[in-house]
């Protein structure tokens, strides 16, 4: 297990965590109250149940089984509020109203005539006459004395179901529904509705959030719609930002973990006669030892530039140059760079394996087990093939099959830490603790000057709600850590607040672990994550976006930036949903403790 893989671990456990304590977190501040109960309700539940909203009538609901009034349907879902009209009211034609015949009618006269014209509106509705309920409708809203927000939501009913349907009439009438109730969940909803048809996301996803509150999140149509537009939110902008977003190298600690998955290996011999680029390549291939990998990155660019003299040299520059091409998300660079590279040389059993890691990147593990087997018959002795073959098993579940990978790796080098704390993590996903917990111990003492085996000990005691052992073996991490003279790696730092804000609530403590790891490594996703989570917490609203924000810039994948923005916008919309209704502070602390 590298420290990429573990810190993309704690944030899954961070907002796991959130998402199952949904009832602890929910009661709180009246601010936080929306943005922590809303963002795991809407972040990472997932519901099914009755779609589209269907109204019913204004009068209260009919309780009896079998007396459910039947009315006509639009394809969104929504019907008038309105019962059907009595033939005779139908039959009488209105009449067409002029602004000074207005002026001559009395208030009663203008009320009457609105209802009549209202009436024959959702007569025309249920008939599927579109164009003459619009019409009826906005002859009732001329006509009476005091606007009524049915009148707007009923004619935005017809624009919906208009061929084409005009979604920003919807949108007005809508707008001016609410302006006269901005409780009015129907008009909500078919705005809400309409903004999603228009691809006005962030919009919609407003309405359909302050739409499923208001309802008391008892609605799973109001909640399905939420995280419906939310998921096409955050994709939308997750894929504009990585089309424009400038590739460059993740953090100093993710660099170096990916790379410290790899055995290392002795540097090239030079021909006997070096041109410039062969020296050049020496001389990234010497920074990539000393951990300088931005000036590795430069000189493995001038070395390709330079030409390179011999067909070996080529392949491990094309290998390196696909390595950070990778690792800068430029998947279809290293692939090309790694093919290259194997054409050259088929015998870089590390070019196989870094290429099975594109594959599964691109979806497609059955290439990647086939890069393993060609890597196996050109070297079979070599650990690496088999310990990152074990880590594509890990990621497919398929633990067995991973722990005997690990084992090989093990047995044929068993001087490389990460293959027996991967091997120890295999067997307690498996189910057999005893042989984990035995794996650890064995470690722990074959390595005792290394952090790793101390921090991933702590995670699976964690894990067992074990919180005392957990942080003892996080604060030995630490110590390890502090007393390196490379940089230190934080997420020992960052676990120890998990397992603090986990075990005692005690979120003081876990913010300053994850803020001292800020300090030491600013890129630290899972510190990052971990401070936005608890910010949500304490209804530090305002940090708990810039923490979100912060996590996408962080994203080095599509998926992460992803989640990264789903809970941004859950939280955003949600803020937004609370300065609209500060009133409802009070009924969110009564939900909250209902949930």
């Not at 609901?61 to 006509?72: L, M």
């Not at 919906?160 to 008009?187: F, G, R, T």
Request: aromatic letters at 8%.
């Amino acid at each position: 297990m590298s420290s990429s893989t573990s810190s993309q671990g704690v944030v899954d456990r961070v907002q796991n965590f959130v998402s199952e304590h949904k009832h602890a977190v929910l009661i709180g501040t009246a601010a936080a109250l929306v943005a922590i109960g809303g963002v795991a309700y809407y972040a990472s539940s997932s519901s099914s149940g009755p779609r589209g909203d269907v109204e019913k009538g204004e009068g209260k609901k009919d309780k009896k089984k079998g007396k459910k009034k039947k009315t006509a349907k639009d394809e969104d879902g929504p019907i008038l509020e309105e019962r059907k009209p009595k033939a005779s009211a139908v039959e009488e034609e209105e009449p067409n109203y002029t602004a000074e015949d207005i002026a001559r009618m009395s208030e009663e006269e203008r009320t009457k005539a609105a209802a009549s014209l209202k009436a024959k509106g959702n007569a025309a509705y249920q008939q599927r006459k579109f164009a003459t309920a619009i019409d009826y409708y906005t002859r009732a809203i001329a006509v009476t004395p005091k606007p009524e927000p049915v009148f707007f939501s009923n004619r935005a009913a017809c624009y919906v179901n208009l061929n084409p349907p005009q979604h920003e009439k919807v949108v007005e009438d809508c707008d001016q529904a609410l302006a006269l109730d901005k409780n009015y969940l129907k008009a909500l909803n078919r705005r809400a509705t309409a903004l999603e048809a228009l691809d006005r996301l962030e919009e919609a996803l407003r309405d359909f959030t302050a739409a499923a509150i208001l309802d008391k999140f008892q609605n799973m149509a109001a909640a399905e719609s939420v995280e419906r537009v939310l998921k096409k939110l955050a994709t939308k902008k997750a894929q504009e930002i990585y089309a424009s977003r400038e590739k460059r190298l993740p953090s100093y600690m993710f660099t170096s973990a990916y790379f410290g998955a790899f055995r290392p290996r002795p540097l090239p011999e030079l021909p006997e006669n070096p041109s410039q680029g062969d020296q050049t390549l020496r001389m990234a291939l010497e920074a990539l030892g000393a951990s300088d990998y931005a000036h590795a990155f430069t000189l493995v660019n001038e070395a390709i530039e330079q030409g390179i003299s011999w067909d070996a040299g080529k392949a491990e520059a094309l290998n390196l140059r696909g390595t950070f091409k990778f690792l800068m998300t430029d998947i279809d660079g290293a692939k090309e760079d790694f093919l290259k590279s194997l054409e050259l040389d088929p015998s870089l059993t590390q070019t196989w394996v870094k290429i099975a890691s594109v594959w599964m990147e691109q979806g497609d593990p059955k290439k990647a087990f086939e890069c393993f087997d060609e890597a196996i018959k050109h070297n079979p002795n070599d650990p690496d093939i088999y310990y990152h073959r074990g880590q594509v098993l890990f990621i497919m579940n398929e633990f067995a099959d991973a722990a005997e990978n690990y084992t090989k790796s093990t047995e044929l080098d068993d001087k490389f830490v990460f293959s027996h704390i991967q091997l120890a993590v295999a067997q307690y996903k498996s189910g057999d603790l005893a042989k984990s917990m035995a794996t650890f111990r064995r470690t722990l003492k074959a390595f005792p000057d290394r952090s790793e085996p101390q921090n991933y000990y702590g995670e699976l005691l964690l894990d067992q709600q074990r919180y005392p052992d957990a942080v003892e073996k996080f604060d030995r991490a630490i110590e390890i850590e502090r007393a390196k003279s490379t940089p230190m790696n934080v997420l020992p730092l960052v676990n120890k607040g998990l397992a603090l804000f986990q075990w005692k609530q005690d979120i003081e403590a876990a913010e300053k672990c994850c803020q001292e790891a800020l300090e030491i490594d600013p890129e630290c996703e899972a510190a990052v994550a971990t401070l936005a989570q608890l910010s949500l917490q304490q209804g530090k609203i305002d940090v708990a976006l810039k923490m979100f924000d912060r996590q996408a810039q962080l994203a080095r994948s599509e998926p992460e930036l992803v989640n990264a923005l789903t809970y941004q916008y859950a939280t955003d919309a949600q803020v937004k949903f609370m300065q609209a209704y500060p009133e409802m502070a009070a009924q969110l602390g009564q939900m909250a403790r209902m949930m």
